[in-house]
């Protein structure tokens, strides 16, 4: 799995599969593997799946991070590797940066799919994700799990004996974990970060999809982001919340790919 020098660091990429392109972007506190449990489902398309900064095995430089820097990232990976037009998704802070990268590039965007994504916080959720960016300088990283944990995953993922005790202990044992200052300067992108009065530049067809029991990113701003661009659907999944992409991948990829395949690349 490489590694390209772009926009001043090394940013880590992996690609599997043929076909169309689709590039996945994480969100915050995840690198590529987050998209793990859809891969199966994706095979049909040439997956490329990357580390933001500040996460895995990205650089992590300590300077203040914004979410379009992010999105020039993206874009420079592309054209390091030679790939001039995309089928785009991201979740969460992932969603954000595809919005820039779909902004600034539209020739490069077919499509876009926003997963469990929004154009600006409001107060509760800008409070929560920059107290996550500062916990992590007083608390362990097991104990911070088990305080982010609820507002990711739903109360029946709960109930599956052993489940989030698994997640914990793989976050621990992780082994490329992340640094304070990369977990503090994309929680300050992702609170800076307001697409709101250009969602109506978003050229492209756009899939806008949410977990029904999403209480970090509520259906609330999906539904502003479906209404503000031009071309978007909204898509609530009963099943899951916030961390749907674990909680149901199925469900998530059936809905990725029945939009996928009424797009013409």
Same mark, same amino acid.
């Given at each position: 799995?490489?590694?390209?020098?772009?926009?001043g660091i090394?940013?880590?990429?992996?690609?599997?599969?043929?076909?169309?392109?689709?590039?996945?972007?994480? /969100?915050?506190?995840?690198?590529?593997a987050?998209?793990?449990?859809?891969?199966p489902?994706?095979?049909?398309?040439?997956?490329?799946?990357?580390?933001?900064?500040?996460?895995?095995?990205?650089?992590?430089?300590?300077?203040?991070?914004?979410?379009?820097?992010?999105?020039?990232?993206?874009?420079?990976?592309?054209?390091?590797?030679? %790939?001039?037009?995309?089928?785009?998704?991201?979740?969460?802070?992932?969603?954000?940066?595809?919005?820039?990268?779909?902004?600034?590039?539209?020739? !490069?965007?077919?499509?876009?799919?926003?997963?469990?994504?929004l154009?600006?916080?409001?107060?509760?959720?800008?409070?929560?994700?920059?107290?996550?960016?500062?916990?992590?300088?007083?608390?362990?990283?097991?104990?911070?799990?088990?305080?982010?944990?609820?507002? %990711?995953?739903?109360?029946?993922?709960?109930?599956?004996?052993?489940?989030?005790?698994?997640? %914990? !202990?793989?976050?621990?044992?992780?082994p490329?974990?992340p640094?304070?200052?990369? %977990?503090?300067?994309?929680?300050?992108?992702?609170?800076?970060c307001?697409?709101?009065?250009?969602?109506?530049?978003?050229?492209?067809?756009?899939?806008?999809?949410?977990?029904?029991?999403?209480?970090?990113?509520?259906?609330?701003?999906?539904?502003?982001?479906?209404?503000?661009i031009?071309?978007?659907?909204?898509?609530?999944?009963?099943? /899951? /919340?916030?961390?749907?992409?674990?909680?149901?991948?199925?469900?998530?990829?059936?809905?990725?790919?029945?939009?996928?395949?009424?797009?013409?690349?």
């Amino acid at each position: 799995m490489p590694k390209v020098h772009v926009n001043g660091i090394d940013l880590f990429y992996d690609i599997q599969g043929k076909g169309e392109p689709l590039l996945l972007i994480s /969100g915050f506190l995840c690198d590529h593997a987050y998209w793990s449990l859809l891969m199966p489902s994706l095979k049909q398309y040439q997956v490329i799946r990357f580390d933001n900064r500040g996460f895995g095995r990205t650089s992590a430089p300590d300077s203040p991070y914004t979410i379009q820097q992010m999105a020039t990232d993206a874009a420079a990976l592309l054209e390091t590797i030679g %790939i001039n037009k995309i089928h785009l998704a991201g979740h969460s802070m992932g969603g954000l940066i595809a919005q820039e990268l779909a902004l600034a590039h539209p020739e !490069k965007v077919k499509n876009l799919i926003l997963i469990s994504s929004l154009a600006k916080g409001d107060g509760r959720f800008n409070s929560i994700v920059s107290t996550w960016g500062e916990l992590p300088r007083t608390l362990d990283w097991k104990t911070y799990q088990q305080v982010i944990l609820p507002w %990711i995953f739903t109360n029946e993922f709960y109930s599956f004996p052993g489940m989030i005790d698994a997640i %914990i !202990k793989m976050a621990v044992n992780y082994p490329f974990p992340p640094t304070l200052h990369g %977990i503090y300067h994309q929680s300050r992108a992702i609170v800076n970060c307001d697409t709101t009065q250009r969602l109506k530049d978003i050229s492209c067809p756009t899939l806008v999809m949410v977990g029904k029991q999403d209480i970090l990113t509520p259906v609330k701003f999906s539904q502003q982001l479906a209404q503000n661009i031009p071309q978007a659907e909204l898509v609530v999944l009963n099943s /899951g /919340g916030h961390g749907f992409l674990i909680e149901s991948p199925e469900d998530v990829a059936a809905a990725m790919l029945k939009f996928l395949s009424t797009q013409q690349f």
